[in-house]
């Protein structure tokens, strides 16, 4: 990994996840990158710009109106030197002024005169990033091509437990690193399948399962952070599209799901289906709602539905596959089982229940591939995404490359 020469402008807003910022200037340094930064007012009440300018190793901006700064580098020209600006951590308010358009401080001003990718590692209270305003803000830079980097969900300083933890040092350093096309699966067109699927009975009632799509969709958010182009297959689910995501394929049955994976896997290098597709689906669909009658069976008749991945492996030409196979009990002997039995190149085994697998925030994995395997112990879907991601890549290097 290299940011050799990469310009990188650190914007810092106030939030007490700025003292990560310190690591992430001596993480992207330490990748030969030049860093700039500037902080808002507020971020100065947390980190004195003393400590980013000896991190960084350059004077520290703060506001528009310093004379000796402007003469050295002024702030139109320090806009037009970043290669990147990231803005870690990115508070409420500062979301607020960019989804707006404000100039009011120097770092919104940098933002509106920089023709730059912006990224942006938002960090606040989980109850503020919930936040129907918050959430219209982030949409509204989104549609803009503004890149947004986690939160994260756990435990905050202000003692709540949920979203709204700024990522990682190195991982906003790694989203970094792929946006120059540095990322593990650089060049790399990723298919990634999520969710539920739903098997309507009529026009009222479906069968469905509980996976809420968490899961697929951090697996699709860290396959992009690594520098892939993903396209998401999702299940009915409401979450919204990850960050950096390319395409986004929304069905609802699983005859739905295998049309949408067929046609994206078409020149695709991986397949990771995290979707629990439904097994079965019922022989026919009632055009009108099924009425109860009492002592009555309703006598539902299933059918198999197609194996997706089992189906891609059989085409002669087909991308690395990688599975996952959800388990409450015997989880290595079904895993390894479905390995071999869908030919696949790696399957994620994923024990289900005690607040594990299904709708959780947490996960537990084991990879296992032909002549290997890997523990993944217990953590958040996003983080264990990222290390899932890492694998994919150094296994299709090993079997593709
Ligand atoms: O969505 P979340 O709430 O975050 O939960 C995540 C999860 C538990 C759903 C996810 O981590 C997971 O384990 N997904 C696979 C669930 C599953 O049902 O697996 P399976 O054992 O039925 O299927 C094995 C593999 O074959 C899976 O990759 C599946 O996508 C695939 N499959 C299954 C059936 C089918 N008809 N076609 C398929 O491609």
Request: charge should be neutral; glycine fraction near 10%; hydrophobic fraction near 50%.
């Amino acid at each position: 990994m290299s940011l050799a020469n990469r310009r990188i402008l650190l914007g810092v807003s106030g939030g007490i996840a700025a003292y990560k910022a310190c690591e992430l200037v001596r993480r992207l340094r330490d990748l030969g990158a030049e860093v700039r930064v500037a902080m808002t007012e507020s971020a100065t009440r947390f980190v004195s710009a003393a400590t980013f300018q000896a991190l960084s190793g350059q004077p520290v901006r703060v506001s528009l109106w310093d004379e000796s700064a402007e003469a050295a580098m002024g702030h139109i020209e320090l806009a037009r030197w970043a290669e990147r600006v990231l803005i870690a951590p990115a508070s409420a308010d500062v979301l607020a002024r960019l989804a707006h358009g404000h100039a009011d401080d120097l770092l919104t001003t940098l933002c509106l005169a920089s023709a730059a990718p912006l990224y942006v590692a938002p960090a606040m209270n989980q109850q503020m990033w919930a936040h129907p305003a918050v959430q219209a803000n982030l949409a509204l830079l989104r549609q803009r091509g503004v890149v947004v980097l986690g939160p994260a969900a756990g435990s905050q300083a202000c003692g709540d437990v949920g979203s709204g933890r700024m990522l990682e040092p190195h991982e906003l350093r790694d989203a970094l690193v792929a946006s120059f096309g540095g990322g593990a699966l650089a060049g790399r067109a990723v298919v990634v399948s999520a969710g539920p699927t739903y098997e309507d009975i009529d026009p009222v009632r479906f069968i469905g399962n509980r996976s809420s799509g968490r899961m697929g969709f951090a697996v699709a958010e860290a396959a992009a952070q690594a520098g892939a182009t993903v396209t998401l297959v999702a299940g009915p689910v409401g979450l919204p599209t990850p960050a950096g995501v390319a395409r986004r394929l929304d069905v609802r049955s699983a005859a739905q799901m295998q049309a949408a994976v067929q046609e994206a896997c078409a020149g695709a290098d991986i397949y990771i289906g995290a979707a629990a597709v439904g097994d079965y689906r019922p022989a026919t669909v009632a055009d009108r709602k099924l009425k109860k009658r009492a002592g009555a069976d309703l006598g539902l008749q299933l059918v198999e539905n197609p194996d997706i991945l089992a189906g891609l492996a059989a085409q002669t030409v087909h991308p690395f596959l990688v599975g996952f196979a959800a388990e409450t009990h015997d989880v290595a002997m079904y895993a390894q089982d479905k390995l071999q039995r869908k030919g696949l190149d790696m399957i994620a085994a994923n024990r289900v229940g005690g607040g594990l697998g299904f709708e959780s925030a947490d996960n537990a994995l084991t990879l296992y591939w032909p002549g290997g395997s890997l523990e993944l112990n217990r953590a958040p879907k996003e983080a264990l995404a990222r290390a899932l991601v890492e694998q994919v890549a150094a296994r299709y290097r090993a079997v593709r490359a």
